[in-house]
């Protein structure tokens, strides 16, 4: 019988059949870990250091154990890769024939019914989105799977995307006219066939939370469920074990009430008006919210008048939608289902405005033009516990950042696993060689209005010893735009800033364009991978601490400190030192890559959490002088 240990070989199958492979000790044991994991049907959590290669170290033990496997990636962009590039060389190398299957949430899925609806109002929208209406029409008389993500010209945010893919809210089911040619369901069924399912953490957390039916089916089924990127669970678990109310999610509602009106109750007076007072609804509240971002609690919000009046005639004008949808919702499935997803919506406002409770926390974020309520669970710990617990499968959680010093709990303790085994392996990577911690002297304390200023002084010799190839990395959107003002005037190579442009494309023209310097906020911290000379320097303003007025965080310290934890120790620290070593590893990705990381946060070495941090990292020489970082480039 063939095991883990055979392939991971200099002259086994993955050498033979790639021409870049090379023998880690490191994979090969996180590999058997894997493989004794499934085997003995104990759940375990490991952490990989960057370069362990835990992709292929999780595949090949997966597809070797014959059992129905379910594997969860952060990112759809992950999903696609392992789908599209890394399983078909595994199992080309293993000789093996494995059925696997890739299923997204209905959202990624084109709508048939949706598109023909729509086509019927591209007037409505831009030049640009009807010239990419019409070449969604041409793919979608080619296409086999109805996966959007086959457009590449169609960006994520593309306003086109709600309008031609559905939702559980609006989706007819079995009385769609489209429901035996449906992408969707075509999706789910090869799902079910598959031994080897690939999926996404927002579709599998939104099963667990059950708010996505039609893939509850396939969990019960699985034998072993592997979550890459799992340090990313916590977090989405809160999510979707609790409530979101969007101004999107409203839009979308009015956009689709406005076209079931058109086809099916035309003679009906003043809906335009109607909905017309429903869209000037919305952007009042958000006007009402101020122009910057922010997220705060929705007590302290409705301390104002202007917003308290808001967030009444936004709900006045739902209601009055509801009214009316409730009067012809008789007369076609889409305005029964219209008024079934206001008056749910209006159900929610209600629970969101009149009901408080002591386990959740509820609070607003706005971001550009949108707001978002959300009402948020303090621990998910025994609710993903025992979701989890209901499907008899090996669970496998691995990452870069699961570990504060080979220490687990943090991680284990937010999502109730007590009965795991655990791994920590260190990364392949020669980082005493290969990289340069730099701690810069004099700075003062992060509070300091004058704080960004120095930031800058003191990465301004750092760029230049690195003749740009830059990350600037903060842990605010307020210190990113001061630097960028600062930058402005005083940088010599090119500089991009996070917000001038969609995330992949600063990205690519970073890659593209020597000498670059990126600044950017936590979307760059982790899942991006920039190898060889375009990166060489990453700089961290501060220690990327949760901010002490953060609304989740207030109330979970709140509780914390209520039944006798110390909520700095055992929730800020742990998740502060997991994010930073998200940001540390964009610097060396590959085991020819070199490069300085410059931490400027003073208290590394003025606290007493300072050592725990460090011990926390790879391990590499640490300078606090600037000659020293000149002179490691100089060598390089």
Not at 150 to 173: F, Q, R
Not at 457 to 484: D, M, W
Not at 578 to 605: A, E
Request: include cysteine; proline fraction near 4%.
């Amino acid at each position: 019988m063939i095991t883990s240990t055979d392939i991971f070989t200099n002259d086994g199958p993955l050498s033979r059949n790639l021409d870049d492979y090379v023998h880690r000790d490191e994979q090969k044991a996180l590999a058997i870990k894997i493989e004794e994991a499934i085997n003995n049907e104990v759940s375990l959590v490991c952490e990989a250091g960057t370069g362990t290669g835990k992709t292929y170290a999780y595949l090949v033990p997966a597809i070797l154990s014959g059992k129905k496997v379910i594997i969860s990636t952060g990112t759809k962009h992950l999903q696609d890769q392992l789908y599209q590039k890394d399983l078909p060389i595994i199992n080309r190398s293993l000789g093996a024939a494995v059925n696997t299957a890739l299923l997204k949430g209905r959202n990624n899925y084109l709508c048939k019914l949706r598109l023909r609806e729509y086509e019927q109002i591209g007037s409505l929208f831009k030049s640009k989105d009807q010239y990419r209406l019409q070449m969604i029409r041409t793919w979608h008389s080619e296409t086999k799977t109805g996966d959007l993500g086959e457009l590449m010209d169609l960006p994520e945010d593309s306003p086109l995307k709600p309008t031609i893919t559905s939702t559980t809210d609006n989706c007819l089911g079995q009385e769609c006219e489209f429901y035996n040619e449906c992408f969707v369901l075509q999706a789910r069924r090869k799902a079910q066939d598959a031994t080897l399912l690939v999926v996404n953490h927002h579709l599998l957390m939104a099963d667990l939370a059950l708010k996505e039916t039609g893939f509850g089916e396939l969990l019960p089924r699985a034998e072993v469920i592997i979550f890459d990127e799992a340090h990313q669970l916590p977090e989405l678990a809160a999510t979707f074990f609790g409530l979101t109310i969007s101004s999107r999610q409203i839009i979308n509602l009015v956009n689709d009430t406005r076209t079931a009106f058109l086809a099916d109750a035309k003679d009906i007076k003043d809906v335009d008006q109607l909905m017309d007072t429903l869209r000037k609804g919305i952007q009042n509240f958000r006007l009402s919210l101020g122009e910057t971002d922010r997220r705060e609690s929705w007590g302290e919000l409705l301390k104002s008048t202007a917003i308290k009046t808001a967030s009444r005639q936004l709900h006045q004008s739902l209601g009055n939608m509801e009214r009316l949808l409730d009067k012809v919702s008789m007369r076609s499935k889409s305005l029964e289902n219209s008024w079934l997803r206001t008056s749910s919506l209006l159900g929610q406002f209600k629970d969101y405005s009149e009901r408080v409770l002591d386990d959740q926390v509820q609070w607003l974020e706005t971001r550009g033009n949108s707001f978002f309520l959300h009402q948020t669970p303090l621990d998910v710990s025994s609710m993903f516990k025992e979701r989890i617990n209901q499907h008899d499968a090996t669970c496998i959680y691995t990452s870069a950042t699961l570990a504060v010093k080979k220490d687990f709990s943090h991680f284990s303790r937010q999502l109730g696993l007590t009965e795991c085994n655990t791994v920590a392996l260190p990364s392949p990577f020669n980082y005493q060689q290969q990289a340069l911690l730099y701690l810069p002297a004099n700075l003062p304390e992060p509070g300091m209005p004058e704080y960004t200023r120095s930031v800058i002084n003191t990465a301004l010799p750092v760029i230049k010893a690195s003749q740009g190839h830059t990350f600037l990395l903060f842990t605010s959107h307020r210190a990113l735009r001061e630097a960028g003002d600062i930058l402005q005037a005083r940088m010599e190579y090119s500089l991009l800033i996070q917000g001038q442009a969609p995330r992949t494309e600063l990205l690519e023209e970073f890659r593209n364009t020597r000498h670059a310097v990126l600044l950017g906020t936590s979307s760059f911290w982790e899942g991006v991978d920039v190898k060889g000379d375009s990166l060489s320097s990453v700089i961290i303003d501060k220690l990327p601490f949760m901010p002490p007025d953060d609304p989740v965080f207030r109330a979970r310290a709140e509780k914390m400190q209520a039944s006798g934890s110390n909520p700095f120790m055992e929730y800020q620290l742990p998740q502060a030192i997991i994010n930073l070593k998200q940001g540390i590893g964009r610097l060396i990705r590959d085991s020819s890559d070199y490069g300085v990381l410059t931490i400027c946060d003073p208290r590394l070495l003025t606290k007493s959490y300072g050592k725990q941090v460090l011990a926390s990292l790879p391990v590499m020489e640490i300078t606090r002088d600037i000659s020293r970082v000149e002179d490691f480039y100089s060598r390089h």
